[in-house]
């Protein structure tokens, strides 16, 4: 059973506020990832982590910020939001290379966010 | 570059009837392929993966898929579907010498009628 969890669920904010979307995971993953998703849309990658200490950009640029102090935490900030960002952002996780099924990712619920 | 196609954005059925969702990819080396569901309001789950041996491969919820390395193909398929399967069905494809990234399709969107 995967266990990855993202806080909150739904939020709506006002343009020009700081948020951190949380996300944790309990299975000891090295490598994370952080998607955005329009409505009936794909996933797009916007950041990802390999390790502890290790963040990259993903394939959509994206005006949020990451961080990755401990293994089972990987939140992301936006600095000043603005309606441009409403969307829902989902978190993932997967075991190191070499497993055998080390390209599985484990979502999360996912956030809603929805900029005023 | 890698990327994937999903080639019908949504599938309406009825109850009972079988379905195929239909996949296909482009990639100049191996892969391994996935497909997701994801229902309203929730994260994706895994359905089923090909990483290698037998071409075809059964999931969770009654659903299976063959890999077709010719076409480049990932088809999914289920002889009999629920109402409870209406949901979003993604295909991903990753490079088996990668770092474990995964290329998503455009989702398709299953309907199950009564």
């Known amino acids: 059973e995967a266990d990855i969890y993202q806080t909150p669920r739904y939020l709506v904010i006002g343009t020009g506020k700081k948020i951190t979307l949380e996300c944790s995971q309990t299975m000891g993953h090295d490598k994370m990832y952080w998607y955005q998703q329009d409505p009936g849309m794909e996933l797009h990658l916007i950041h990802y982590s390999y390790g502890v200490n290790s963040t990259e950009k993903g394939d959509l640029s994206s005006e949020s910020t990451v961080s990755r102090i401990r293994t089972e935490h990987f939140p992301l900030t936006l600095e000043s939001a603005r309606p441009s960002h409403t969307s829902q952002y989902l978190c993932?996780?997967?075991?190191?290379w070499g497993t055998g099924s080390s390209h599985e990712q484990f979502f999360g619920p996912g956030t809603r966010l929805t900029v005023l | 570059a890698q990327s994937v196609t999903q080639l019908d954005s949504q599938v309406p059925v009825f109850e009972e009837a079988p379905v195929e969702l239909r996949c296909n990819y482009s990639s100049s080396v191996s892969v391994y392929l996935f497909w997701y569901v994801q229902y309203p309001n929730q994260g994706l789950q895994l359905l089923l993966k090909?990483?290698?041996?037998?071409?075809l491969v059964k999931g969770i919820n009654g659903f299976e898929a063959e890999f077709n390395k010719s076409q480049t193909s990932f088809h999914l398929r289920k002889p009999s579907v629920h109402i409870s399967d209406t949901a979003e069905y993604f295909c991903a494809v990753s490079e088996t010498s990668n770092t474990g990234k995964l290329i998503f399709g455009q989702g398709t969107t299953l309907q199950v009628k009564p």
């Open positions: 993932a996780s997967s075991v190191r």
């Open positions: 090909y990483l290698s041996g037998s071409t």
